[in-house]
């Protein structure tokens, strides 16, 4: 049973650029969410996808944004790079919306901004 | 607003001694759920534990053990008899999940690191 699997595993930016990070979640979940962790911190949400949607969204602005594909694939975009975005991109999937299943992450996308 | 505090940023014990991480969460919610994961080097985070608000039962696995204590907002997670493979980042988080508009997002603490000396 394939767990949660996250490309690339890291990458290397420079300010202003943009980034596109994927994730595909574990057989039969079909939400998805994501995560950012700088260095020495927890990670912090991000946003959450179900049936194609951002159905709940933490506390980061517009330059970040995201897409589910039918499969339950999803992609996490990030425009205008600052060196702040530098950090551990988590995703993590679940079963069903809004219900409390356990969240399954990926091994991360570690993001470096230059 | 739902917050997670881990107090101990870094413990650092000898094999075989135990080790107790300390979580102390706030919700308004009287329904919600914790949760400990495990980080090793690699990055990814490793599930360890789920526990409803309604189950105050204390939980074993093996050498691991969690103490859930509603009255003083803790679960606190203990390695008994530590080893070298148990070397890594431990966080504690919290879900309030039962609105299904809310969705399950998860609310981390800041993370302990422990270090097991051989």
């Known amino acids: 049973d394939a767990g949660v699997t996250q490309s690339p595993t890291h990458l290397i930016k420079t300010r202003g650029q943009q980034v596109t990070l994927r994730c595909s979640p574990k057989?039969?979940?079909?939400?998805v969410s994501w995560y950012q962790q700088a260095l020495g911190q927890g990670p912090q949400f991000i946003f959450q996808?179900?049936?194609?949607?951002?159905?709940q969204r933490g506390n980061f602005p517009d330059r970040f944004s995201g897409h589910q594909f039918p499969n339950y694939s999803s992609e996490l975009n990030v425009n205008a790079l600052l060196l702040g975005d530098s950090a551990l991109y988590l995703c993590?999937?679940?079963?069903?919306?809004?219900?409390?299943?356990?969240?399954?992450f990926g091994p991360g996308t570690r993001l470096l901004v230059l | 607003a739902q917050k997670v505090t881990q107090a101990q940023t870094e413990i650092s014990v000898v094999e075989k001694e135990d080790v107790t991480l300390d979580c102390v969460y706030e919700?308004?919610?009287?329904?919600?759920?914790l949760f400990w994961y495990k980080q090793p080097p690699s990055g990814e985070l490793v599930f360890l534990i789920r526990?409803?608000?309604?189950?105050?039962q204390n939980e074993i696995s093996g050498r691991y053990s969690w103490n859930f204590q509603k009255s003083t907002s803790s679960f606190n997670f203990t390695i008994t008899a530590s080893q070298v493979v148990d070397s890594a980042v431990y966080f504690c988080?919290?879900?309030?999940?039962?609105?299904?508009?809310?969705?399950?997002?998860?609310?981390f603490g800041g993370g302990t690191r422990v270090l097991v000396k051989p």
């Open positions: 993590a999937s679940s079963l069903e919306w809004g219900t409390p299943e356990t969240q399954y």
């Open positions: 057989s039969g979940h079909d939400t």
């Open positions: 996808y179900y049936e194609e949607e951002e159905r």
């Open positions: 919700t308004r919610d009287t329904t919600y759920y």
């Open positions: 526990r409803n608000s309604f189950d105050e």
């Open positions: 988080a919290l879900s309030e999940a039962m609105i299904k508009a809310a969705g399950n997002k998860l609310t």
